[in-house]
C-alpha cells in the first residue's frame, strides 16, 4: 500500500517521457510533410502550401501553436517545425521548452 504513490509517480514520468518522444517525431514528420509538399508546388506557392501541409499533419492538440517557417536554398527546399512539449495532457498546459523538427526536400526541376 505505501508503495502505490510511487508506482503511480512512475507511470505519470514514463507518460511524460512518452509525450515527449511523440512531439519529436510529430515535429519531424510535420517538416518532411512541408518540405515535401514546397518543392512540389508551383512558384511563388511553395512557402505557403509547405505551411499549410506542415500545419494539417498535425494534431489539433498539437498543430494550434505549432510554428512552420519554410525557405528555399539553392537546389533543396527547407521546412522548419516548432511544437512546445504538453504536460500530462496535450492542449491543456505546455512545458517553457520547444521542439523543433526540420526536414529539407531536394527541389523538382
Not at 509517480?9 to 518532411?32: E, K, R, S
Not at 498539437?62 to 533543396?76: H, I, M, Q, R
Request: net charge neutral; charged share 10%; with cysteine.
Amino acid at each position: 500500500m505505501g508503495v502505490t504513490p510511487l508506482i503511480i509517480l512512475l507511470l505519470v514520468a514514463l507518460w511524460q517521457c512518452a509525450l515527449i518522444g511523440y512531439t519529436f517525431v510529430l515535429a519531424g514528420n510535420a517538416a518532411d510533410v512541408g518540405a515535401r509538399t514546397g518543392t512540389g508546388a508551383a512558384l511563388g506557392t511553395q512557402s505557403g502550401e509547405c505551411v499549410r501541409a506542415a500545419k494539417e499533419d498535425l494534431p489539433s492538440a498539437w498543430g494550434g501553436a505549432a510554428g512552420v517557417v519554410c525557405s528555399g536554398e539553392p537546389g533543396l527546399f527547407r521546412a522548419t517545425v516548432t511544437l512546445h512539449v504538453p504536460v500530462l495532457m496535450p492542449g491543456a498546459l505546455n512545458f517553457p521548452f520547444k521542439v523543433d523538427g526540420v526536414a529539407a526536400s531536394v527541389k523538382e526541376s
